[in-house]
């Protein structure tokens, strides 16, 4: 092998590892600030009682809609001016002054708690779609399953360490302090493994001009309903896109409120969150590969359908459980479930997609998920509260009794986006669709 052939695959190998750490800091951000953290901070300390569940709920989705409704318009301006890199840094950077920043939200500091989130919820999802995008950059349309499970699992392995050594310095201490300090760390460790992206990953194509008369939001929305278009005639896509908005929905609800239901029901404390949160991490890495196994065996949509009935199992669990040990077990096993529903959705947009029209496709799957993403959050917040106030007034129980009706109620609307998310995705034909795709290769020849 010649040095010149050696050169092309030691950069594209970089360029891979560099897609990798990237993602491996960005899951810390997750697993800290989302799910094990600050989630449960900012309801227990910062605001307290079901109101924090509330305003979690409704911090949650703010940061959602803003990036579902500017997305679209960046992504194309992204696009067009060959600048993905630009605004993943500009967004990176947004995500970790503010997390950062959380270090100083104290109790009582409600605003200031919640706008700090946003913004840094803003540039983490945000930055997500800038990321996503990259990956046609470094990656050949043979490659982008592989290079983006990967991803996923070294990201997983990110979290997994991030919290691993946030771990002992939090049992070892009393009050909130390293509590507070363990978001700076984690914006700093999301820092440091994204510098090789940065360095290493070259963006690929030639920057276009706006045609006349066009503006990045006009130009926006006109590719937005061309893709539309695009796929407005593949029936069975549409009704599978319909039924992951829905299940997708009570994904997001159990991510987001895990750590508030296991501080609630289960009275765990910071250290206990951190190790249920591990153990997720460990077993979403495994929910990825074995679901993806059954799919190749079984069918992709039985094997879906069997992620989103455990998931759906695993949150009714959660009514019936009495003891931390047997929240640990639900953890385990919704980490498994959910990472299994949403690698398995990914791939089947792929098998549903023309050859030549998977990035419309997947176009039209990433902002599909997007714009609903703030729906189940804010309303799974809004109900926990609400319930709680209810059943407080109502019953004349305890403060605390009456938070855990409320989040039990909250819960139960998990399983019915999930539920109905299923029934919607029983009407899709996987059969059918595939065979589809294929004709409509055959009609382009």
């Excluded at 094990?36 to 940061?63: C, D, M, P």
């Excluded at 708690?113 to 913004?119: A, D, R, S, T, V």
């Excluded at 069975?236 to 409120?257: C, H, R, S, T």
Aim: aromatic content about 14%; overall charge positive; hydrophobic content about 55%.
């Amino acid at each position: 092998m010649t040095p010149k052939t050696k050169q092309p695959t030691r950069k594209k190998n970089r360029e891979h590892l560099a897609w990798y750490l990237y993602d491996f800091g960005n899951s810390a951000y997750a697993a800290v600030v989302l799910l094990a953290i600050y989630s449960a901070y900012f309801k227990n300390s910062v605001v307290g009682g079901a109101e924090g569940t509330r305003l979690w709920g409704i911090s949650v989705g703010i940061a959602m809609l803003f990036v579902a409704v500017t997305s679209p318009i960046l992504g194309t301006l992204a696009d067009f001016s060959v600048s993905k890199k630009k605004f993943l840094l500009v967004y990176s950077l947004i995500t970790w002054v503010f997390t950062a920043l959380l270090f100083f939200v104290e109790k009582g500091d409600i605003f200031t708690g919640m706008l700090f989130f946003i913004l840094a919820e803003i540039g983490y999802r945000s930055g997500q779609v800038f990321y996503n995008s990259l990956l046609t950059d470094i990656a050949s349309p043979a490659e982008m399953g592989k290079v983006s499970g990967n991803g996923w699992a070294i990201g997983s392995v990110g979290g997994i360490l991030c919290l691993a050594v946030i771990l002992p310095a939090i049992m070892l201490t009393e009050g909130t302090l390293m509590v507070r300090l363990a978001l700076p760390f984690t914006a700093v460790f999301f820092a440091l493994s994204s510098i090789p992206a940065f360095l290493w990953i070259k963006e690929k194509g030639q920057p276009q001009q706006l045609p006349a008369g066009e503006n990045y939001f006009s130009l926006a929305l006109n590719r937005l309903w061309a893709t539309v278009r695009s796929v407005r005639s593949f029936k069975e896509f549409i009704k599978f896109i319909v039924a992951f908005l829905i299940y997708n929905d009570g994904i997001l609800m159990a991510l987001d409120f895990a750590a508030i239901i296991g501080a609630v029901l289960f009275g765990m404390d910071q250290q206990q969150l951190i190790i249920f949160m591990i153990i997720v991490q460990v077993t979403s890495v495994a929910g990825a590969y074995v679901m993806a196994v059954v799919g190749d065996k079984i069918g992709f949509k039985k094997s879906l359908i069997f992620s989103i009935l455990m998931m759906t199992a695993v949150v009714l669990g959660m009514l019936f459980t009495k003891s931390i040990e047997g929240f640990f077990v639900i953890g385990a096993l919704a980490g498994f479930a959910l990472t299994g529903v949403q690698s398995v959705s990914r791939t089947m947009v792929g098998l549903f997609a023309p050859a030549g029209k998977s990035a419309e496709f997947f176009g039209f799957f990433a902002v599909a998920g997007r714009t609903s993403s703030f729906i189940g959050p804010t309303i799974y917040g809004i109900l926990a509260a609400e319930a709680a106030f209810w059943f407080e007034k109502n019953r004349g129980i305890s403060e605390l009794l009456a938070e855990q009706n409320g989040q039990k109620v909250a819960i139960v609307s998990i399983a019915v986006f999930l539920l109905v998310g299923l029934a919607v995705l029983l009407s899709v034909n996987e059969k059918k669709a595939r065979t589809v795709a294929i004709e409509s290769i055959s009609k382009q020849e």
